[in-house]
């Protein structure tokens, strides 16, 4: 007998339905609760910012500055792109402290989430999953200026966006 021929003449098992079949678990995870906090709403010192989005540029493994853009690809109808546009991180952490949370990203304390927040998330923290990450926002960028007719660098302050999200 050839080898075509054993895959034709073997006889199909029957299949038994499998716990992952149940309609209960092929429904998709539903968002409960999710927020986006700025984290200069946590805390009020730069350096602590600039120090996160340092080690977080240190450690991203693609570094696409400026999402890949050359000076070549500015034109008077671009929109201004950040250096750090790209870079993100899941290392944010929330730790119950009493009546609030203490957050830290890429393990360097930022401080307490205001208490309005902390009540929300406190319904959700024992019994769903958390999902949190963190944005760089600001820095440097590029953007095409009309009046010289060429594509500039500046810098604002860099800030990050932290996203907390419980399913």
Same mark, same amino acid.
């Given at each position: 007998m050839k080898l075509f021929d054993r895959f034709k003449t073997k006889s199909k098992k029957a299949v038994s339905p499998s716990k992952?079949? %149940?309609p209960q678990e092929k429904k998709c995870l539903k968002i409960?609760?999710?927020t986006k906090i700025p984290a200069d709403h946590i805390t009020s010192s730069q350096e602590?910012?600039?120090m996160i989005v340092d080690k977080m540029v240190k450690e991203d493994p693609f570094k696409n500055f400026y999402t890949g853009k050359t000076d070549a690809d500015f034109t008077p109808l671009s929109k201004r792109v950040y250096k750090y546009d790209a870079i993100t %991180?899941?290392?944010v952490n929330l730790v119950p402290q009493g009546e609030t949370y203490a957050v830290s990203v890429e393990g360097i304390?930022?401080?307490t989430l205001p208490s309005s927040i902390s009540r929300k998330i406190s319904e959700y923290y024992d019994d769903s999953m958390l999902t949190a990450y963190a944005y760089v926002t600001g820095g440097y960028y590029k953007?095409?200026?009309r009046v010289k007719e060429a594509v500039i660098e500046q810098e604002e302050p860099c800030g990050i966006d932290i996203?907390?999200?419980f399913t």
């Amino acid at each position: 007998m050839k080898l075509f021929d054993r895959f034709k003449t073997k006889s199909k098992k029957a299949v038994s339905p499998s716990k992952t079949d %149940t309609p209960q678990e092929k429904k998709c995870l539903k968002i409960k609760f999710e927020t986006k906090i700025p984290a200069d709403h946590i805390t009020s010192s730069q350096e602590v910012i600039q120090m996160i989005v340092d080690k977080m540029v240190k450690e991203d493994p693609f570094k696409n500055f400026y999402t890949g853009k050359t000076d070549a690809d500015f034109t008077p109808l671009s929109k201004r792109v950040y250096k750090y546009d790209a870079i993100t %991180t899941v290392n944010v952490n929330l730790v119950p402290q009493g009546e609030t949370y203490a957050v830290s990203v890429e393990g360097i304390s930022i401080g307490t989430l205001p208490s309005s927040i902390s009540r929300k998330i406190s319904e959700y923290y024992d019994d769903s999953m958390l999902t949190a990450y963190a944005y760089v926002t600001g820095g440097y960028y590029k953007e095409y200026d009309r009046v010289k007719e060429a594509v500039i660098e500046q810098e604002e302050p860099c800030g990050i966006d932290i996203y907390i999200q419980f399913t």
